[in-house]
């Protein structure tokens, strides 16, 4: 329990050192923004700052070689900045807990916390806005397995979603992605992961 509370305020550390490196780009952003009808491709909204709350699933494999593949149920949180012609900056952790991997005793943890650019493709009236990002940060892992109790790693994720408008400051967000991990497993030291995540958006803009 305390390698696991250890780990999550970690997480929670690197989560808040992102979010306000975002809060303190954003002004210099929003100082170059135009007006929606002037944007063409992208846009720029009057409720700028998007907070994400949701589910993800998690398709894993490990160890490497052996796929040793498993599931996971986790949560997701993002803060996101839409900022000039459709660029903009997101701040993404997500993390979950799987028991008895592949049929065995074994359980694991573990904790994405990524940040990166991401450019949205406003399509005229459209209720629907694509995006893709490439997001890059850090994976935490702890597992009961005695080789890999406490482990984190560098790791990347390119993907993509669309953010559906259901009201002025309320949409729902649909995404996926490839999350490339390197933590060591006694092996090639690397996972390959699919992460499929959903939500429920709140737009706002600060006062």
Request: aromatic share 10%; proline share 4%.
């Amino acid at each position: 329990m305390r390698l696991e509370q250890t780990l999550l305020l970690h997480a929670i550390r690197k989560a808040a050192i992102v979010t306000a490196a975002l809060l303190t780009l954003s002004p210099m952003l929003a100082a170059q923004s135009v007006p929606v009808r002037e944007t063409g491709l992208g846009y720029t909204q009057s409720a700028p700052f998007e907070l994400t709350i949701g589910y993800s699933y998690l398709h894993a494999n490990a160890p490497a070689g052996m796929c040793g593949c498993f599931s996971m149920n986790q949560g997701i949180g993002t803060f996101a900045y839409n900022g000039w012609r459709g660029f903009g900056a997101v701040a993404d952790v997500s993390g979950g807990h799987v028991n008895n991997v592949s049929g065995t005793p074994q359980s694991i943890s573990i904790i994405n916390y990524l940040a990166g650019p991401r450019y949205s493709w406003k399509l005229g009236s459209s209720r629907y806005t694509p995006y893709g990002e490439v997001l890059a940060g850090e994976s935490a892992e702890l597992s009961n397995y005695a080789y890999a109790q406490s482990l984190k790693g560098f790791a990347f994720m390119p993907g993509g979603g669309v953010k559906v408008r259901l009201r002025a400051h309320l949409g729902v967000n649909v995404e996926a992605g490839w999350v490339h991990s390197e933590i060591a497993n006694n092996a090639n030291n690397r996972q390959n992961d699919i992460r499929i995540a959903t939500g429920i958006t709140f737009r706002f803009a600060p006062r």
